[in-house]
Nanobody, 115 residues
Framework: QVQLVESGGGLVPPGGSLRLSCVASGIAFSDYHMGWYRQTPDNQRELVAGITRDSVTMYADHVKGRFTISRDNAKNTAYLQMNSLNPEDTAVYYC?????????WGQGTQVTVSS
């Protein structure tokens, strides 16, 4: 059974930081491209950051310089370090793993940026 389990969300004041984790099981993690998405107020999922199986990274323009995606294949875990958070970053964040025809999602973790 494939599972992607996110953790690390919570309430943080503007300017604060959080680190999200996504632990995968049931897949050959090192084969997968991993991504972090967030749900927008109009219920669209937008890509925040991605990291390929070869650890090439990409970021949405609005998080460049603030967020860092990484992976630890030995721990089957992907991370999203989020710094300088602002209220517009408030959303449910989802982990995604993709390879060939396989496409898996976690259940999401809430991030709220508010004073």
């Amino acid at each position: 059974q494939v599972q992607l389990v996110e953790s690390g969300g919570g309430l943080v004041p503007p300017g604060g930081s959080l680190r999200l984790s996504c632990v995968a099981s049931g897949i050959a993690f090192s084969d997968y491209h991993m991504g972090w998405y967030r749900q927008t107020p109009d219920n669209q999922r937008e890509l925040v950051a991605g990291i390929t199986r070869d650890s090439v990274t990409m970021y949405a323009d609005h998080v460049k310089g603030r967020f860092t995606i990484s992976r630890d294949n030995a721990k089957n875990t992907a991370y999203l370090q989020m710094n300088s958070l602002n209220p517009e970053d408030t959303a449910v964040y989802y982990c995604n793993g993709r390879w060939a025809l396989n496409d898996y999602w976690g259940q999401g973790t809430q991030v709220t940026v508010s004073s």
